[in-house]
Every structure is written in C-alpha cells, then in structure tokens.
C-alpha cells in the first residue's frame, strides 16, 4: 500500500481486466475501470480516502440513502492528446457543481484535495483505459451518497463519495428523436431541477419509458408551471437555431447548468455566432419550424457532447428537422471541442488540465 498527499492510500490491483475488454468499443457505462476512489465522511470530518481494485461496496438495508434518495453525482470525461497524453476537460466545472448540488440536498462540501487531487490520482492509475477511438473517451462518474444506517427522516451524519470510471463511445449512435410531455414535469421552480441529483433522474424513467415505447429516444421537458417554456431533455441541455440566432432555454433554476452547454455557448460566441440564452417556448419553435425558420437543433452534454435531434413530437405532429449535412453550426462547435480536448488546437479558456 502506497500512500500519496499523505491522505490518500493506495492499493494496485493485482490483476488488470484490461486486457479483456475493448476499451474502444464499449457501450455507454457497462465496463469498468481497474481502480475506484473511495472517501468517508463521519463524525463531522473526512476521514479515509483510499484507491482500491474496482469492486463490491458493503451496505446495509436501513442505509439511508436507499430510503430518502440523497444522493448527488457527475460526469466528466478523460481523454488522450494527440501526443497520446491523458487529460481531463473541465475538471474545476465539475468539482464546482457537485459541491452545489450536495448544498442543495443539504450534505456537507466535498474538499478540493479529495475530489480534484483524488480524481488525477485514480485516472493516472487508470490511464491505460482511456479510449484512444476519436468519438471516446473515459467516462468519469463521481457519487456521493448518504450512509448512515437510519431511517430517521433527516440529512445523514455519514457520507461516501466514491469515483469510479467506465471507457466508452458515443452516447447516441444516431440524431436523437424528442417527444413533448405535458403529461409529466421533471422539475420546477424551487425544486431540484438545476442539482444533478440522482432523484431527477429516476423521476423522468417512466416518461422515458412512454416516450421509447413510441419510437422516440427522450423527452423534451417543458416548465413544471405553465408547461409552456423548453426546459431540457433530461440527458443534455438543448439549443436551437432559428434565423441563424442560436438560442437556448437560460437556466432558470429548473435546469441542469450543463458544462458541456457552458463551453458549446462561450465557442459559439467566440465564433462570432449570436447566441441567446432566454426563455423559449415550445409554441416559438413550432411557429419556426412552420415558417421554415429552424435550420438546427441539438443537445449538449457529457455523455452525449453535441448530439443532433432530428424529430421533435409535439401534441401529436413530428417536426422532422433538416439533414445533418446541412448543418453548420453543431457539427462545427463538436470539431471545436474535439480540438481543444485533443490539443489540436490551444486551449485558451484553460478547460484542458494535464494528468
Ligand atoms: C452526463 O452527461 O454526464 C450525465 O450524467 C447524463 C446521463 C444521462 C448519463
């Protein structure tokens, strides 16, 4: 066992699997990395933190987290530079955010030299798994979650916030098909909409189940209280492009303040491109789209990155959107970001941080 940062304990696994796997064909979040990162919050301190061989957690059936739900989580991407160096995109986006999101669900703050130093240390022990394809990456998926064995209704006294990583591809292998609810909400104002709380995610399976039952792939949520404005889809945050503005629904506190959507909105700026962030309503894009004024829409997110949508459902009608090759502007800020990840291109917004 080595121990780094003096706080941080490490023990190799004895026996990679990464010889087993293809780490450059796997689907999204079924393969696991060699190592894992694991924190312990108790007795109003953090305690251990150790890297240990991915593997079982011991938990028992009163564990709170299993009953009330408070639970937050993130995901980040690590990449290889053209040189075939490891880097991470936004890593301070992402320590940021879930310190935002604990606040919400009323758990304490996760410290810098746990999340940040934690997570560097485990993915240059895990560099070897980091995809080399062009559209993959090594999916970082950090968890924090309620331990204490009580089913006292309250915010937990322990906590465990454990890293673990997954190679994989693409998140849609196809432009993406939305359908309208007005059915169900995911969030509303004063909610939980804008923490990335394990909840909201849960809460939108059944629309989603409703919505692949009819041969879409997600939902297109609309403002819990009129069901008038776009909100996002669930798995990314969503843009459109009418008239040659790019406009996206501003976070109004119902909405996950995406990362992927942060540097999509600064690149398109930057390239000259009119971006509006403000509320848009789903009535505003069906006029558009009647007028033949929209010429793109997409979503933006970790998992996903830039994902064209082909099909918006709306009470009932299809919008079918036009050709991918047709478009300009998603495919352009996707390359952009791809250039930036792997080095092609500097980083001047200092996004990209070396392992
Ligand atoms: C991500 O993009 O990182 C997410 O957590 C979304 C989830 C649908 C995979």
């Given amino acids: 066992m080595q121990i780094v940062n003096s706080q941080i304990s490490i023990e190799k696994t004895s026996h990679s699997r990464i010889k087993e796997q293809d780490i450059n064909n796997t689907p999204f979040g079924k393969v696991f990395s060699d190592h894992m990162l694991v924190a312990t919050y108790a007795n109003n301190s953090w305690q251990e933190v150790k890297i240990t061989p991915y593997g079982n957690i011991s938990i028992r059936p009163s564990l709170s987290v299993l009953h009330y739900g408070q639970a937050v989580f993130e995901g980040l991407k690590a990449y290889k530079n053209y040189q075939g160096k490891p880097v991470l995109f936004r890593l301070e986006a992402n320590y940021k955010r879930i310190n935002n999101s604990a606040f919400r669900l009323c758990m304490p703050s996760i410290p810098k030299e746990i999340f940040i130093d934690g997570l560097k240390e485990l993915i240059r022990l895990d560099t070897d798994w980091i995809p080399t394809k062009s559209d993959s990456a090594l999916y970082i998926r950090p968890i924090y979650f309620a331990t204490d064995e009580s089913v006292g209704l309250k915010p937990a006294n322990s906590y465990k916030f454990i890293i673990l990583s997954s190679p994989t591809g693409t998140f849609y292998s196809a432009p993406v098909k939305l359908i309208v609810t007005d059915k169900y909400v995911r969030a509303s104002e004063g909610g939980t909409g804008a923490a990335k709380c394990a909840g909201n995610y849960a809460g939108s399976f059944l629309a989603d189940k409703e919505a692949k039952e009819q041969g879409y792939d997600n939902v297109l949520w609309l403002d819990g209280k009129e069901k008038k404005y776009i909100?996002?889809?669930?798995?990314?945050?969503?843009?459109?492009?009418?008239?040659?503005?790019?406009?996206?629904?501003?976070?109004?506190?119902?909405?996950?303040?995406?990362?992927?959507?942060?540097?999509?909105?600064?690149?398109?700026?930057?390239?000259?491109?009119?971006?509006?962030?403000?509320?848009?309503?789903?009535?505003?894009?069906a006029k558009a789209y009647e007028a033949g004024n929209i010429s793109e829409a997409f979503g933006m997110g970790?998992?996903?990155?830039?994902?064209?949508?082909?099909?918006?459902?709306?009470?009932?009608?299809?919008?079918?959107?036009?050709?991918?090759?047709?478009?300009?502007?998603?495919?352009?800020?996707?390359?952009?970001?791809?250039?930036i990840k792997t080095g092609k291109v500097t980083d001047p917004y200092g996004w990209i941080c070396q392992l």
């Fill in 302 to 339: 970790t998992a996903a990155t830039i994902a064209h949508i082909s099909v918006i459902n709306y009470q009932g009608k299809d919008m079918i959107l036009p050709p991918v090759d047709e478009r300009k502007y998603a495919s352009q800020v996707l390359q952009k970001l791809e250039d």
């Fill in 231 to 285: 909100e996002e889809c669930g798995t990314m945050n969503v843009a459109f492009v009418i008239n040659d503005v790019l406009i996206t629904p501003k976070l109004t506190g119902s909405i996950l303040g995406g990362i992927t959507r942060d540097s999509a909105l600064t690149l398109f700026r930057d390239m000259g491109v009119k971006v509006e962030e403000r509320l848009i309503s789903i009535d505003e894009v």
